[in-house]
């Protein structure tokens, strides 16, 4: 167990609806970072926080946000979600200084797009 | 051409073997290199990390970077079957705004066979 929970485990949802995915990080972790996991692209990352700020994007869509908050959970919201959206979703979270070489991940919420 | 590249297997060796995974990649500003291991439905998980070149050695795993070929390694010694998984390289580098995107490899599928 990482220490990092993710929520909800599994969504199923249609073509156009909005989904929220929470993060809780490990406990003193400030940093949170967001990835996404499907079969033809593999990881990828998609958005970083650190103590509630906006430190890095990688490829995310204009259709998703994200945001971390005082308690440094994280939410990444998904909206007008199309087939290809549907992916495994990683939050992990690391320390201020180990963040370059150790990020621990949560289990992922399975998302799927019908 | 993707910045990381690595074989996707799937790759199957009998209990006892020794492992060799490979990646390889374009970027020479990578100064941090890992590997994470991936059961089936869960999340990575970090298994060693190396900084710049060299070899780091956690009991029956040897991480190797060759930095000058753009070539890193895992090696997993005397395998056992609980070592079948999706093994992950990833690898990033300091930059000065705090951007500690990793960039992942595809994975290996891995299975030992008892």
């Known amino acids: 167990d990482s220490g990092v929970t993710q929520t909800p485990k599994h969504l199923i949802t249609a073509t156009g609806q909005r989904v929220t995915l929470r993060c809780s990080p490990r406990?003193?972790?400030?940093?949170v970072y967001w990835y996404q996991q499907s079969l033809d692209q593999g990881l990828q990352f998609l958005i970083q926080y650190y103590n509630g700020e906006e430190r890095a994007k990688g490829n995310i869509l204009e259709r998703f946000s994200a945001q971390q908050f005082p308690d440094l959970h994280s939410e990444l919201n998904l909206s007008s979600l199309e087939l290809g959206d549907s992916a495994l979703y990683f939050c992990?979270?690391?320390?201020?200084?180990?963040?370059?070489?150790?990020?621990?991940f949560g289990p992922g919420t399975r998302l799927t797009v019908t | 051409q993707k910045e990381v590249e690595q074989d996707p297997g799937p790759l199957s060796v009998p209990e006892g073997a020794i492992v060799s995974l490979n990646c390889t990649y374009s970027n020479s500003a990578f100064q941090y290199f890992m590997w994470y291991r991936q059961y089936s439905r869960k999340g990575p998980e970090l298994l060693m990390y190396?900084?710049?070149?060299g070899n780091k050695e956690d009991g029956r795993f040897t991480a190797q970077v060759d930095k000058s070929s753009k070539y890193i390694s895992l090696f997993i010694r005397d395998s056992q079957p609980s070592d079948s998984a999706t093994y992950l390289c990833?690898?990033?580098?300091?930059?000065?705004?705090?951007?500690?995107?990793?960039?992942f490899g595809t994975g290996t599928r891995l299975t030992i066979i008892p």
């Open positions: 990833a690898m990033t580098r300091r930059s000065n705004f705090g951007n500690e995107k990793l960039t």
């Open positions: 190396t900084y710049s070149s």
């Open positions: 992990a979270s690391s320390d201020r200084d180990r963040g370059l070489y150790e990020q621990y």
């Open positions: 406990s003193g972790d400030l940093s």
